[in-house]
């Protein structure tokens, strides 16, 4: 089961599951999609399509929001990253130990 997340906003992390525990999203639709543990993702779109992650910080509008997820992705693994400022990391797929500050588009 899922336990010990805060969740606030619209549609945050509702793809919450087993396994997906101490995460803090803050902002519309921040970890929508996220699947893992010990993230943070604050702000509007912050991590959203984020599928699986851990330990990883994503701050700032669409900051680390990842690709959408279709029928042909199956979204971002994204663990020990942190990303932060407008769009850092936006359009970032697969990887780790990375950190992108400001508005730098990846």
Known sequence: TS???VLIGRDV???LSAGSSNNVFLGRQAGKCAYGACNIHIGY???QCIS???NSVFIGVEAGRGPAI???TAGC???NQV???H???RCYRAGTHNAILSKIPL
């Open 77 to 79: 693994i994204s663990n």
């Open 70 to 72: 279709d029928a042909t």
């Open 45 to 47: 779109l912050a991590g």
């Open 52 to 54: 699986k992650a851990a």
């Open 83 to 85: 990303f932060v400022g």
């Open 3 to 5: 336990a010990s997340n």
């Open 87 to 89: 769009a850092a990391g």
């Open 13 to 15: 992390g509702i793809g």
